[in-house]
């Protein structure tokens, strides 16, 4: 009796004294910030968690975005027995109890088992292996928590059993109340402008924000938290970077890429790094850009773009800020051309405005019974017969014959994509009127 008492004064010690971050883990689901499509009302794992009918699942997501949280959540959530495993500090030996017990469990009172696996990346291929045959039987239910891509770091026989869901980073309001409930649990207030900047650098990551907080909170004595108590646990100034900033510094990016100043891009790109700009969103520009203002003019700039986007989610912060400024300053000094952009946003007008004419026969499927005696595919002729690897034939439908939606520009590599167009119809043909060559940017 006296070794109970003592064991719960003990965990209740452990709790009091606990980070912040780990003090306002939810108990159940309900209590869940953030990741909407998931646990929002009649989302998948809310349905799954609610009638008790999870099966293995793999949580993907960057830190801080609650992959731990969601597991212990679902643990107040289930009758099942719950156990949890660091990846990091586990061994073979360590999961082959926990299948036994798990065992035990189902044996002696019918009660299913799930084990959190945290960091299951850094499993080895046979320490995932020896979890295998557990999950296959149904003695254990495995959730997975992963900050690295499954396909890559998870055993494809796992991976098969699990359900993957992909956790996204905080929004605002989710990082809003999150400070909201730390305060609250500090018993602490704080001004507007301090908590601005904390959910302004939370960068999506809400332990980070917690864990700033508590810092703030004990420099404020636990009283009243102000702008320089969080300016001294984020380690930085607070940076004015309101809501016209994000889109008038943003902005001001995108055109000075356009207009071929890698200074001012650089420049940009810091500004907005250093105000806790989300690098997501950063990057997701860039690869619109390298399409809108680059095109084919530099076709590498499209995957230098997407390249930047994968070292970002495989890297982070602060690392990945040398993967971004290597594409911003390749975007800014290509070639630019925007004609990739305008053929498609002028075709899908002429869509628009009507010009839906029929498929002409001899480009319709041929590979059905009956296609033959249609006229489908008749007289059509293959390119790769020809040895130019090119044949003149009608392509578009009737009444469309002339349209010219795409015009090569004389910039960079678009300049010889051109001169090959002109080389097989002799001549390009004239423009019409009604094609808009100066349709807006997206910035």
Same mark, same amino acid.
């Not at 499993?123 to 928590?145: H, M, N, R, Y």
């Given at each position: 009796?006296?070794?109970?008492?003592?064991?719960?004064?003990?965990?209740?010690?452990?709790?009091?004294?606990?980070?912040?971050?780990?003090?306002?883990?939810?108990?159940?689901?309900?209590?869940?910030?953030?990741?909407?499509?998931?646990?929002?009302?009649?989302?998948?794992?809310?349905?799954?968690?609610?009638?008790?009918?999870?099966?293995?699942?793999?949580?993907?997501?960057?830190?801080?975005?609650?992959?731990?949280?969601?597991?212990?959540?679902?643990?107040?959530?289930?009758?099942?027995?719950?156990?949890?495993?660091?990846?990091?500090?586990? $061994?073979?030996?360590?999961?082959? &109890?926990? %299948? /036994?017990?798990?065992?035990? =469990?189902? *044996?002696?009172? !019918?009660?299913?088992?799930?084990?959190?696996?945290?960091?299951?990346?850094?499993?080895?291929?046979?320490?995932?292996?020896?979890?295998?045959?557990?999950?296959?039987?149904?003695?254990?239910?495995?959730?997975?928590?992963?900050?690295?891509?499954?396909?890559?770091?998870?055993?494809?026989?796992?991976?098969?059993?699990?359900?993957?869901?992909?956790?996204?980073?905080?929004?605002?309001?989710?990082?809003?109340?999150?400070?909201?409930?730390?305060?609250?649990?500090? $018993?602490?207030?704080?001004?507007? &402008?301090? %908590? /601005?900047?904390?959910?302004? =650098?939370? *960068?999506?990551? !809400?332990?980070?924000?917690?864990?700033?907080?508590?810092?703030?909170?004990?420099?404020?004595?636990?009283?009243?938290?102000?702008?320089?108590?969080?300016?001294?646990?984020?380690?930085?100034?607070?940076?004015?970077?309101?809501?016209?900033?994000?889109?008038?510094?943003?902005?001001?990016?995108?055109?000075?890429?356009?207009?071929?100043?890698?200074?001012?891009?650089?420049?940009?790109?810091?500004?907005?790094?250093?105000?806790?700009?989300?690098?997501?969103?950063?990057?997701?520009?860039?690869?619109?850009?390298?399409? /809108?203002?680059?095109?084919?003019?530099?076709?590498?700039?499209?995957?230098?773009?997407?390249?930047?986007?994968?070292?970002?989610?495989?890297?982070?912060?602060?690392?990945?800020?040398?993967?971004?400024?290597?594409?911003?300053?390749?975007?800014?000094?290509?070639?630019?051309?925007?004609?990739?952009?305008?053929?498609?946003?002028?075709?899908?007008?002429?869509?628009?405005?009507?010009?839906?004419?029929?498929?002409?026969?001899?480009?319709?499927?041929?590979?059905?019974?009956?296609?033959?005696?249609?006229?489908?595919?008749?007289?059509?002729?293959?390119?790769?017969?020809?040895?130019?690897?090119?044949?003149?034939?009608?392509?578009?439908?009737?009444?469309?014959?002339?349209?010219?939606?795409?015009?090569?520009?004389?910039?960079?590599?678009?300049?010889?994509?051109?001169?090959?167009?002109?080389?097989?119809?002799?001549?390009?043909?004239?423009?019409?009127?009604?094609?808009?060559?100066?349709?807006?940017?997206?910035?």
């Amino acid at each position: 009796m006296n070794d109970d008492l003592f064991a719960a004064a003990a965990d209740e010690h452990r709790r009091a004294r606990a980070p912040l971050a780990a003090r306002l883990r939810p108990r159940s689901i309900d209590d869940v910030v953030g990741q909407e499509h998931l646990v929002g009302d009649g989302r998948p794992l809310r349905k799954l968690v609610e009638t008790d009918r999870l099966s293995s699942a793999l949580l993907w997501g960057p830190p801080g975005t609650g992959k731990t949280t969601l597991a212990l959540a679902v643990a107040g959530s289930t009758e099942r027995s719950f156990e949890q495993l660091s990846a990091v500090t586990a $061994g073979v030996k360590d999961v082959r &109890e926990t %299948i /036994e017990r798990a065992r035990q =469990r189902l *044996g002696e009172r !019918g009660q299913g088992t799930i084990l959190f696996l945290d960091e299951i990346h850094r499993f080895s291929k046979s320490q995932q292996d020896a979890l295998l045959p557990a999950v296959e039987d149904g003695t254990l239910t495995l959730i997975g928590a992963t900050t690295e891509n499954p396909f890559f770091e998870v055993n494809a026989p796992l991976r098969s059993r699990s359900t993957l869901f992909r956790l996204e980073p905080l929004d605002r309001a989710a990082i809003e109340i999150l400070v909201e409930r730390g305060l609250g649990a500090e $018993g602490a207030t704080a001004d507007a &402008e301090a %908590i /601005e900047l904390l959910v302004d =650098r939370a *960068g999506g990551d !809400g332990r980070q924000v917690l864990t700033a907080l508590e810092v703030a909170c004990a420099m404020s004595r636990y009283t009243h938290v102000e702008l320089a108590h969080v300016e001294a646990a984020l380690g930085t100034s607070a940076l004015r970077y309101g809501r016209d900033d994000h889109y008038d510094v943003v902005s001001a990016f995108i055109k000075s890429m356009r207009g071929s100043d890698p200074d001012a891009a650089i420049y940009w790109l810091a500004r907005m790094l250093e105000a806790g700009e989300d690098a997501r969103f950063i990057v997701r520009r860039m690869v619109i850009f390298a399409s /809108e203002d680059v095109g084919l003019a530099d076709s590498n700039a499209l995957q230098v773009a997407v390249a930047a986007a994968h070292a970002l989610e495989h890297v982070g912060l602060p690392e990945a800020q040398l993967n971004l400024a290597q594409a911003v300053i390749h975007l800014a000094t290509a070639p630019k051309s925007n004609r990739a952009a305008l053929a498609i946003w002028n075709a899908r007008a002429s869509v628009k405005d009507g010009a839906v004419g029929e498929v002409p026969p001899h480009l319709r499927d041929s590979h059905y019974q009956g296609a033959e005696s249609l006229g489908h595919g008749a007289n059509y002729e293959y390119p790769h017969d020809n040895e130019s690897g090119f044949v003149e034939q009608q392509y578009l439908p009737d009444g469309l014959r002339d349209k010219q939606w795409y015009r090569p520009s004389t910039h960079g590599a678009e300049r010889r994509i051109g001169e090959l167009m002109a080389e097989r119809t002799d001549s390009l043909p004239t423009p019409t009127d009604d094609l808009d060559q100066s349709r807006g940017p997206s910035a």
